[in-house]
């Protein structure tokens, strides 16, 4: 007889634990084990049947691995919450005695402090691990940043989080490694390519934050606390890996000012300053090229070499050809792009443009921001792209490059409000008249200067490339700010394309069928007032249809078989040809199909045959290849209808326009 297995211990019941059981193993609390699990990486999970991994009659809601669970049995920060816990205990004794200077002198020197450097490791073994998982945790410091201190969000923690921001600004910055931005009602949304990982976060926008009571800040206040260790374990490795101190140095003065950005000084860390470590930074990997004064040696050396080969090479007559060292062509910097080879092919990716390129956008120009513009994205994303003299009013901050709106090296100018017209002309009044210095009044243009609305630098940085200022002037209808992330598909909808190239044979056929019913139903107001009191003459009080004269003479009543009105004789012929073409057809045995010369007539013919045709392709295919057919059909109709809606709505904006 064979042993008989006890119930629960083997198979799901044995994989699975619930929460209070894993609770009361591990003899915490349930805050500090949510807390221990958000810090550790470990989830809830979902049995394939509660029932079996339940070990109640009762199938609970929450299950967890129990090889996580064994495994937190080892983690150090255990102790620190059992010696919180005991911190407490003490705390509570002292303030039941009346001792409260004891409780706060305990309260202030003996609380534990948590360390999670030993988590960062473990989770993430490589700094590529961690540049992945960084999505996440820029978009929950970005809003931690932005949001009013509160009791549950001490002060402490927002400035912490700004810090940790700014900082990861300013290596994007420095290393041009930026590569899109796209403007949404959530926010603005940011892409970097760091070491070969695409980061995507999102920052909110710069308005009032209202903190409502219904949002756990304990729970994201746990991952505030992963999150702001992780960043700066980042940031270090950033820093140090181009050459830089960290953390920079952080002026409070400027930054109680609005400067934001500017309050912090980077410094390299002993071999050149940050304007050639900047120049020589490669912004794909954080790779920095070697210094030209330590690399001159070596390159004389390598020089040396090479010129010694040369000599022995021209000394000896016995050389072949094929040996000798050709110069290469002339290089061709151009970027190669991989074109469409037949309908239907797969679209590749193009290859991006190179790092100097994407750096050196805004490189030549000066911009300056007007006060209703959003300065923080705007100066972020034109630094980071090569941009070097930002200025803007007083009002937004500390840190410009000037204050003046009518300095002339400024290039561009952003705006965000209608153009005022105004024709005063302000000058200097300590001046005679000839010697003063003609200005625009305030919200007046200046001559030679580029004006242009926020949505400009978005859209050039997201083609790489400048686009024609006078499609971005102040009040002009901008086009439309498309996500850089959605690439356009077959038949989908796609604002940039214009209208007929989008449109296929059915719309097209569709369209002209209704200009033309509309071309024929329409009818003269004149014609209508003709024909209804035409019909009022020959119908009386109750109705009825009355004779006007009965003294009409035989030939006033009958006119004969002939009439004075001439007929269509082309459309009777027309008629009759089209009768003797169905007689012939039928005679011969060939079914007959009347020639009708509308596009929609022909495009519905041929749609009519396609359909009979995969009707019968269909019935040849198995059941299960079927269905699976029809849900893809099923799906794409939906796309196609979609799209072919949107074009519609186009089509009545440009008929209005």
């Known amino acids: 007889m064979g042993k008989i297995k006890k119930k629960g211990t083997t198979g799901q019941a044995k994989n699975f634990i ?31 049947n ?36 005991a911190l407490a205990k003490k705390i509570a004794k002292s303030l039941g005695r009346g001792e409260v200077g004891d409780a706060a002198r305990l309260e202030k020197t003996g609380r534990p402090r948590i360390s999670l450097d030993h988590v960062i490791k473990e989770r993430y073994p490589t700094f590529v691990d961690a540049l992945r998982d960084l999505d996440d945790a820029l978009s929950l410091l970005f809003l931690f940043a932005n949001l009013p201190s509160t009791p549950a969000v001490p002060p402490k923690t927002i400035a912490l989080c700004q810090r940790l921001c700014s900082e990861f600004q300013h290596y994007l910055i420095i290393t041009h490694t ?37 949002v756990d800040f304990r729970i994201m206040g746990t991952f505030v606390d992963f999150y702001t260790t992780l960043l700066g374990f980042v940031n270090y490795r950033l820093y140090t890996t181009i050459g830089l101190v ?13 400067g934001e950005l500017d309050a912090f000084t980077l410094e390299g860390s002993g071999f050149g300053s940050i ?126 490059f000037t204050h003046d709106e009518f300095d002339p090296s400024i290039t561009h100018q952003v ?136 003294d009409l003479s035989v030939d006033e009543e009958f006119g004969g078989f002939a009439s004075d009105e001439p007929k269509d004789d082309g459309a009777g012929q027309t008629e009759g040809m089209e009768h003797q073409r169905e007689l012939e057809a039928e005679a011969a045995g060939v079914p007959y199909r009347a020639s009708d010369t509308s596009k929609a007539a022909k495009a519905a013919m041929k749609r009519k045959d396609d359909e009979e045709e995969l009707e019968r392709r269909k019935m040849m295919m198995p059941k299960k290849k079927r269905k699976l057919y029809e849900k893809m059909a099923y799906s794409n109709k939906g796309k196609d209808d979609e799209a072919k809606k949107l074009r519609g709505k186009r089509r009545k904006l440009e008929l209005r326009t």
């Not at 609770?23 to 958000?38: A, E, Y």
């Not at 926010?187 to 976060?201: P, R, S």
């Not at 469409?340 to 994407?358: C, F, M, N, T, Y």
């Not at 209208?499 to 509309?518: C, G």
Request: proline letters at 8%; aromatic letters at 8%; a negative charge.
């Open 415 to 550: 705006v965000d409000r209608p153009p005022v017209v105004q024709d005063d002309v302000a000058t200097n009044d300590g001046q005679e008249d000839s010697d003063a210095v003609a200005k625009p009044a305030k919200g007046g243009r200046m001559p030679g200067r580029t004006y242009i609305q926020p949505q400009w630098v978005w859209d050039c940085v997201n083609q790489g490339k400048l686009i024609r200022p006078d499609l971005y002037a102040p009040g002009v209808t901008l086009p439309p700010h498309l996500s850089p992330w959605v690439k356009p598909t077959k038949n989908a909808y796609d604002p940039t394309v214009p209208l007929a190239e989008q449109e296929n044979s059915e719309e097209e056929a569709d369209l002209d069928e209704e200009e033309d019913d509309e071309a024929n139903g329409s009818m003269d107001d004149d014609d209508i007032q003709a024909h209804a009191a035409m019909n009022e003459d020959d119908v009386d009080d109750h109705g009825m249809d009355v004779a006007e004269s009965e």
């Open 50 to 85: 509660k029932k079996k991994a339940s070990k109640t009659s009762t199938p609970s809601t929450t299950f967890y691995y129990t090889k996580d669970i064994q495994y937190l049995l080892h983690e150090p920060i255990l102790n620190k919450f059992r010696d919180h816990k």
């Open 246 to 258: 960290y953390p920079p140095k952080f002026n409070a003065n400027s930054d109680e000012k609005g």
């Open 18 to 48: 619930t929460r209070t059981q894993a609770v009361r193993k591990l003899q915490i609390t349930l805050p500090d084990f949510r807390r221990l699990c958000i810090y550790k990486g470990i989830y809830p999970r979902e049995p394939r």
């Open 178 to 214: 930026l590569r899109k931005s796209f403007i949404s009602i959530k926010g603005i949304y940011y892409q970097a390519t760091i070491q070969g990982q695409d980061i995507l976060w999102l920052v909110p926008h710069k308005f009032v934050q209202k903190v409502t009571g219904d």
């Open 275 to 400: 304007a050639s470590i900047e120049g020589q930074t490669n912004g794909t990997n954080g790779h920095v090229e070697p210094d030209e004064e330590l690399q001159a040696p070596a390159n004389l050396e390598a020089q040396r070499i090479a010129d010694e080969i040369a000599r022995s090479t021209a000394a000896d007559p016995n050389t072949d050809q094929d040996d000798q060292v050709i110069p290469d062509e002339a290089p061709n910097d151009a970027i190669d792009e991989f074109e469409v080879q037949g309908e239907g092919a797969d679209v590749l990716d193009q290859p991006r443009q190179s790092d100097s390129e994407a750096g050196s956008l805004f490189t030549p120009y000066s911009f300056f921001l007007s006060r209703e513009t959003p300065r923080q994205p705007l100066e972020f994303i034109l630094r980071a792209f090569g941009c070097k003299r930002i200025g803007w009013d007083e009002v937004l901050g500390d840190g410009a």
